[in-house]
């Protein structure tokens, strides 16, 4: 059993939980826009022997749009998430 010490030592890299939206936005715009990028890639030049640098290439642009996106697109989707199921 991790002595008090112990378990905030291994917990001291994380961040406070008033955190959550921007670390979710950050997750998710992160995997979305790393999947559309190499989507659009494939899709617009085929599939190469530079095809990682094409994606990352794309994947610099794309990110950070993702995730402004994410950011200020969440009180609305959670909105028409709400209107949208049953209570």
Same mark, same amino acid.
């Given at each position: 059993?991790?002595?008090?010490?112990?378990?905030?030592?291994?917990?001291?890299?994380?961040?406070?939980?008033?955190?959550?939206?921007?670390?979710?936005?950050?997750?998710?715009?992160?995997?979305?826009? #790393? #999947?559309?990028?190499?989507?659009?890639?494939?899709?617009?030049?085929?599939?190469?022997?530079?095809?990682?640098?094409?994606? #990352?290439?794309?994947?610099?642009?794309?990110?950070?749009?993702?995730?402004?996106?994410?950011?200020?697109?969440?009180?609305?989707?959670?909105?028409?998430?709400?209107?949208?199921?049953?209570?």
């Amino acid at each position: 059993m991790l002595t008090h010490q112990a378990r905030s030592t291994s917990n001291s890299w994380k961040l406070p939980k008033r955190f959550m939206p921007v670390v979710f936005a950050f997750y998710m715009s992160s995997f979305v826009a #790393l #999947l559309v990028s190499c989507a659009l890639v494939v899709m617009n030049s085929g599939i190469g022997e530079d095809l990682t640098i094409r994606v #990352l290439n794309v994947y610099k642009f794309a990110m950070p749009v993702a995730f402004i996106s994410v950011l200020s697109l969440r009180t609305t989707v959670l909105r028409l998430t709400a209107a949208t199921l049953q209570p």
